[in-house]
């Protein structure tokens, strides 16, 4: 399996393992938004969804663009895709011992009849 960037695939992990942070995501799968908007949908202040949002900034998770005094936010899957990956090389690992357990139990099982 290839290298990956280590801090990169940090990062994304990082920003995920916050639930609010997952929160924002999917809000902007539905498309852009203004930072005040997402904010509305958090109890917390904006200065904390403005934290949350620098974290997904610098993972690269978001995309901020600045059209007078809105901040607009959108998704960038990109990150995403990696960490899939990554991911995905460790299921179909455990997929494999999973089907060599149900075997040896299968066996084992007839071996008792």
């Known amino acids: 399996m ?8 940090d990062g994304v992990f990082n920003a995920l393992g916050d639930p609010t942070r997952r ?9 852009d938004a203004r930072v ?12 904390s969804v403005s934290k949350h949002i620098r974290v997904l900034e610098r993972t690269g998770l978001l995309q901020r663009s600045v059209s007078g005094r809105d901040h607009v936010l959108s998704l960038n899957a990109a990150p995403l895709a990696e960490a899939a990956a990554w991911i995905e090389h460790y299921r179909t690992f455990w997929e494999g011992r999973l089907a060599a357990l149900e075997t040896y139990i299968l066996q084992r099982k007839r071996k008792r009849k």
């Open 23 to 31: 929160a924002i995501l999917a809000r902007l799968q539905d498309g």
């Open 36 to 47: 005040t908007d997402i904010a509305g949908d958090f109890p917390i202040s904006l200065n």
């Open 2 to 9: 290839g290298e990956y960037k280590s801090s990169s695939l």
